[in-house]
């Protein structure tokens, strides 16, 4: 007797739920070929029943409340794709779980602020979140360190997991334009949130971020301890001027575990022209995890859109028609620890951009400033006169954040400088 | 009640066996917290016991036998890291299924000689045969193809998959040294197999892409159908005139589904220098994934090693552990058809490079062989000459590699040409 179907019951009629709908349609038998069994769907939910939505939802039931839609006995798996962090989407995932159903959701907002107590409510059940489609969109990230990985201590994972702000980053450096106006043509491309500052503000990667650091190292999520720094602040300056040195800015988020405790953050910061983070062009995503075995392991892929999102969408849904079953962050969430969270503090190369007044001795201020906070200069460039005013860029040696706040932290003192510096942290990746 | 520990039973005491050995002492806390099960070793196999191997292990039982190993009650799972793609592997092998055990193997070239038998075998039984290490190491590639792209028909899978070759490659295009010599430096590095030819004549890296293929369209391996090159051939010359022209030589693996059946090439070809793949260096694995929902998604990482190899044997016994059970291929192994072979015919833009005698005319006279046989000329450059001789490159339009063969195989009637011409394939990636 051929094993049942697993019946899914879809929350969410976007982009990404009609990308679903499309793949469990035209792959049925694929699917039940590598799943071993069918996966059909039974019913679905979205706020509007009369939008034209390019597919054929006649054979579904329709649900005009997701939390009911989550209760149905005849299905065995939420899928989740509305979004939102709390409202419909926290309801339906919590109605779901409590009727004894396996969740999986491409919900980045709603497992960073309630990943752990739905963790511990599903497993209170004997149920799982799965949310492969969170993360980095088709990229099998979660799947890499969860399971991949998971052999290994890992030191280290990093991300450009915001297609948008790497799409506004790489059109300003390839056009030479300044944010302002890329940020508004991305506007109208369609590519930003109801809220850009989720995309631009960074909150959507840091979302991301700290969920794969949760995972990597056993912790509670705790997106609240990201440091979270958006790209508003990135001039064509910067971009510019950085590449001149061998050098692009990206948003990357990098989590790591250190002797003070967890560090998180999700900044701009500058990457080597030639690693392949630097070479990442326009919406791609790329994470890089980082275990003591086996070494760095770099995924790339697209970060958003109906396939990629929908591809990692069923890659849950089959692993869950397969009887794989692995606790939401990877062990159990009782056994997930409280991180202590820690500012960062991992010494690192900076770019300083400053502008100086043209008197003699303005630089030598400067370089006492570095010099008494203990930072020693690696490369200095001093650019043509702006009229009186003389543009110059410093690369430090490693030094440590609070060392760097410290010394820029005096350079006003100085009177040499004409507005703020501009610091930029480094990256080895 | 804990569930009961995982009880491996250890075939073979190389770097990766120890490597093995050394991550199940040293994290045993984190992989039962991971895992939700302790995993132990139970008793190892080796041929010479006596031999030193930086690792204790006198707390497992000892099988001089690694058939006698695999027999054993006391042992759920047979990890085998012997090698060899019959003699002790395929016994122990074949004995751990037939007394109903799981199997976890690095053993490609067993794979992709008897895969359907052995994965017909284990099903015959409920066990399934595990072998992430088996193909680029560390990089979690099995995994991302049998399971994070589940929802995916699979398009073109792509693989630098021999770190050795790669290196090879590598050095001579960075060093400007000829094959033989820095064949010799990898030799004395100890980076080549006790067969060299199961590097450079691409067969182990061929072994790889045939399980590949088998997961992604779903048919039996086929590893006999494999065209295969190796790279004893590259020239130091070619390395450099492709440089010139951008674009590396890269020992690339490709498997399509094409209307006339399955293409499987292992061979040197050339690829964008500013490619994913173009820029790979050393010894470093890259496998490119091409799904049709979610399009490319590239993996890079250490395709060998004691740390990247035993980390990959560990995420298999991990997924063990949790209870993950996946049919060998990703779906079962009576389901999967018998591939149609189809000899390379997709068309492909071609380098190819001569040597004419310096005569007027000559350079028509392979245009016209060209002209003849369908192919247009994309580029064409003609370096100073060597004495009377003059050394021509030429880049062509997409063509089909019969016509390429027609063609060169004509040049010969010409007269004109010194030696023999090279032909290389343009791949995009």
Redesign the interface.
Known sequence: MPAAPLRLGLAGLGTVGI?VVK?VQA?AD??A????RAVTITAVSARDRTRNRDADLSSYAWEADPVRLARREDIDVLVEVMGGHDGPARAATEAAIASGKDVVTANKALLAHHGQALAVAAEGVGRVIRF?AAVAG???AI??LT???????IKRVMGVMNGTCNYILTRMQSAGLPYDQVFEEARQLGYLEADPNLDVGGIDAGHKLSLLAAIAF?TQVSFGAVELEGIGSVSIDDIRLAEDMGYRIKLLGIAQMTGRGLEQRMTPCLVPA?S?IG?LQGGTNMVVLE????????????GAGM??T??????D???LA??????TF???AA?LALPQAARSATPAPYYLRMTLIDKPGALAKIATCLGEAGISIDQMRQYGHQGANAPVLIVTHKAAPSDIAHATGRFAATGVLVGQPVAIRIEEV
Do not use: H, T, W, Y
Not at 33 to 36: N, S, V
């Open positions: 990308g793949i792959e694929l699917i070929a590598r799943a071993g492969e088709g990229i099998p799947k890499a399971e991949g990985l998971a052999g290994n201590r056993g030639d392949p070479q275990g003591d075995s086996v070494g760095q392991i770099v995924l790339r892929g697209a396939g990629p929908a591809s990692a969408v069923m890659a849904v089959i692993d397969r009887g794989f079953r692995v606790p990877g062990q159990p056994s």
